[in-house]
């Protein structure tokens, strides 16, 4: 699939859906992709991007904002303590609120730089062990405290597990995001984010689909 092909797909759904059209933010999600891969669909005038680790997107995005400075960059990956202020300096958004002691480091760092990214907490909707992210039954308690530490939650974000159907855990994620008043809905990927549009997706995140295979190796 191509970026055209994915909008395409991406409006077909919102249509389907009864939604505005262009109401979905499409993160293009370049970890570990090439740089002339990333700089052929900034070219291509998309402006919003995914990135997993604060240290990859670090060699990357401040030199192709030099270029292409309305692009934006979200944080899609797990937020360690010690990359906070840097998290804070460069991402426009970060998806992986998970623990009290991120969101009390992301405070303090926000009163310190005088800016803010969006944020959004990251919802282990399966109750996965080895998956990041606050379990369901803890979710009101902790968004509570994110709001009173001051920091700028706009909604919540979810991985489904890989062998469950998606549309249960979007919908889990929109009854936890609708009860708090938070309208931001970061859900939806390569295999299923026209499941997440139809459940109200306002943030999907598509890589491979867009820039190709990643090569780890």
């Excluded at 899609?76 to 009290?100: M, Y």
């Excluded at 379990?135 to 939650?153: G, M, V, Y």
């Excluded at 309208?183 to 820039?211: N, W």
Aim: hydrophobic share 40%; net charge neutral.
């Amino acid at each position: 699939m191509t970026l055209s092909v994915i909008d395409s797909k991406i409006k077909q759904a919102e249509k389907s859906a009864g939604k505005a059209i262009g109401s979905t933010q499409l993160l293009a999600v370049s970890k570990v992709q090439p740089n002339e891969r990333v700089l052929k669909v900034l070219e291509q005038g998309h402006t919003i991007f995914g990135e997993n680790k604060v240290q990859e997107a670090y060699g990357k995005w401040p030199m192709f904002r030099e270029n292409f400075s309305n692009s934006k960059v979200h944080l899609i990956g797990p937020l360690q303590s010690n990359k906070v202020k840097q998290a804070v300096e460069l991402f426009d958004a970060i998806h992986t609120v998970d623990r009290l002691k991120i969101a009390q480091k992301l405070s303090n760092e926000i009163q310190a730089q005088g800016k803010a990214p969006e944020m959004f907490i990251q919802i282990n909707t399966g109750e996965e062990e080895q998956k990041s992210g606050i379990i369901p039954s803890e979710a009101d308690q902790f968004i509570a405290n994110c709001i009173s530490l001051d920091l700028p939650i706009t909604g919540l974000m979810v991985i489904p597990p890989i062998h469950e159907e998606p549309s249960l855990h979007f919908g889990l994620l929109r009854k936890i995001a609708h009860r708090n008043g938070l309208t931001g809905l970061s859900m939806g990927m390569s295999s299923d984010f026209e499941s997440a549009i139809a459940m109200g997706a306002t943030h999907i995140r598509v890589g491979s689909a867009i820039f190709g295979e990643r090569n780890y190796s």
